[in-house]
């Protein structure tokens, strides 16, 4: 029933086609190679990512390494961040002032550079939810498990 009248055509059969293959192959990749990968395929050029700001490393490691393929875009939660009680939520116990994180900010600024896929890191369960609603380019979410260990010099992609 879910397949009648359902057709991929375009991009999402491209995608579609692509997710497959990595699927298939038994080559073991992480999640960065798999976007790369991918990312290359179906053509993109621009790569944004969204991170939260308690993983800036993490997500400093990620755009090293996607710079080699793409062009990059980073935006932090807090930009252009809204104080906490302004907005009627509760701060952080003994916090001066205290900024919200801006999902929707972030994707409104990934959106002006024009970006081709998104990626995000680290977002808070609501945040990921608000960023890709906004998003005019498919976001894609990436585990911050695992990246700690992983080197920029650690990823050597197949052109």
């Known amino acids: 029933m879910i397949k009648s009248g359902l057709e991929y055509g375009g991009k999402d059969l491209k995608s579609l086609q692509f997710s497959s ?5 038994p080559t073991k990749r992480t999640k960065v190679e798999e976007i790369v990968i991918y990312a290359k395929k ?6 944004g990512v969204a991170f939260c700001i308690d993983y800036e490393r993490e997500a400093r490691l990620v755009y090293e390494i996607l710079s080699r393929y793409f062009e990059v875009f980073s935006v932090c939660c807090k930009v ?5 009680a302004d907005l009627g939520i509760r701060k952080c116990e ?17 959106n ?3 970006t081709d896929l998104n990626i995000m890191l680290g977002l808070k369960t609501g945040y990921d939810i608000l960023f890709a609603a906004h998003s005019d380019a498919p976001s894609v979410f990436l ?17």
């Open 42 to 47: 179906l053509g993109y050029g621009k790569i």
């Open 143 to 159: 585990p911050v498990q695992g990246l700690s260990q992983l080197g920029s010099s650690d990823i050597d992609m197949i052109d």
């Open 112 to 114: 002006d550079d024009e």
């Open 21 to 25: 293959w990595l699927e298939a192959d």
């Open 94 to 110: 003994g916090a001066g002032f205290e900024v919200a994180c801006n999902p929707i900010g972030q994707a409104l600024l990934l």
């Open 80 to 84: 252009c961040g809204f104080g906490k």
